[in-house]
Nanobody, 124 residues
Framework: QVQLVESGGGLVQAGTSLRLSCVAS????????MAWFRQAPGKEREFVGG????????KYADSVKGRFTISRDNAKNTVHLQMNSLIPEDTAVYLC?????????????????WGQGTQVTVSS
């Protein structure tokens, strides 16, 4: 089993930045492909960004390209999501997800492990 714990969410103004973190335990972190999803009230959970177990494969949703950056620190078993130029449409619960030594997937059903999520609220 893999346990994932997110942190770093909060209430911010549009145009500012936040950095989310997700710490993984229970399995060798360097063997995990990691991703961030988000879910706004009344909407489907959507893919935000992902980084594969090598760190060399990265994907982003079109809606966040150029604004968000995903990175991983294998020494700290942590994946980060740096979010810049935030807009109100980024408001959602952000969830960390993990899967094994596979490429980055963009569908939620491809990830067996999930965190509880951290709330991000962007005011206009």
């Amino acid at each position: 089993q893999v346990q994932l714990v997110e942190s770093g969410g909060g209430l911010v103004q549009a145009g500012t930045s936040l950095r989310l973190s997700c710490v993984a335990s229970g399995r060798t972190f360097s063997a995990l492909t990691m991703a961030w999803f988000r879910q706004a009230p009344g909407k489907e959970r959507e893919f935000v960004g992902g980084i594969d177990w090598t760190g060399g494969g990265i994907k982003y949703a079109d809606s966040v390209k150029g604004r968000f950056t995903i990175s991983r620190d294998n020494a700290k078993n942590t994946v980060h999501l740096q979010m810049n130029s935030l807009i109100p449409e980024d408001t959602a619960v952000y969830l960390c997800a993990a899967r094994g030594r596979l490429g980055v997937a963009v569908t939620r059903n491809d990830y067996p492990y999930w965190g509880q999520g951290t709330q991000v609220t962007v005011s206009s």
